[in-house]
């Protein structure tokens, strides 16, 4: 992903000379965040335990559609490489397309936003947003999506510079989603996400519909 074959053997020959002599040399990703379908900024190096490299690219809505991407070191445990779909209602939905890699500048490059599909498939999911508490009580329920065929619950911690807020959410999302445990860290473009609670199961047909 535009590196040289040079940089990319150099990479490679350090790499492996710091596994083979157990020097426990840390990873080192590209790190940015911003408002585009890409980002670029300093080579840093990992914190230790985080041995994955990601590029996430999101796509939500807030007053309108908003791409943001974050390039970041993760842990491999809480970084998932492939689309997910989130939709919490009717205007508040969020979806990524994520890479992750584990070599040395890796996530150099970008990745395709992600493509979406706003097509109700006839299932739905309780939903709710809760800023500042880490519950999220419903009777609501949201109209999933395309390929959204899980609900999701959600909670945890975001935090941003030195602010830090709990939050709540639940709604629909792709099977995918359910890659997130308990424990994840996760970086995005604003917030960088604590989460204490990822519940996932299968959705269901509308109340009402079922037969
Ligand atoms: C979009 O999602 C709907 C509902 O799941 C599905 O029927 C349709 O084929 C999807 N369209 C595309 C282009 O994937």
Redesign the pocket.
């Known amino acids: 992903m535009g590196l040289s074959t040079r940089q990319d053997t150099f990479l490679l020959a350090f790499t492996l000379l710091c596994t083979l002599m157990g020097l426990g040399c840390s990873l080192t990703c590209e790190v940015c965040n911003g408002p585009e379908k890409t980002c670029s900024g300093k080579m840093r190096q990992c914190e230790d335990g985080k041995d994955t490299c990601a590029i996430i690219v999101s796509e939500s809505y807030e007053k309108g559609p908003y791409v943001s991407t974050v390039k970041a070191c993760m842990k491999s445990r809480d970084c998932h490489s492939g689309y997910v779909s989130t939709t919490m209602g009717p205007n508040n939905y969020m979806v990524t397309n994520t890479h992750c890699c584990q070599r040395d500048g890796c996530n150099r490059g970008s990745v395709p936003p992600p493509q979406y599909?706003r097509?109700v498939?006839g299932l739905s999911c309780p939903s709710c947003v809760v800023p500042f508490r880490d519950t999220c009580v419903t009777t609501e329920l949201v109209q999933c999506?395309?390929?959204e065929t899980h609900c999701i619950y959600l909670a945890g911690r975001a935090k941003t510079g030195i602010i830090s807020a709990k939050f709540a959410t639940r709604g629909c999302a792709t099977e995918s989603a359910c890659h997130t445990k308990a424990g994840a860290e996760v970086p995005s473009a604003s917030y960088y996400y604590f989460l204490n609670r990822a519940d996932c199961h299968e959705a269901s047909l509308p109340y009402g519909r079922a037969e």
């Open positions: 599909n097509t498939n999506v395309g390929q």
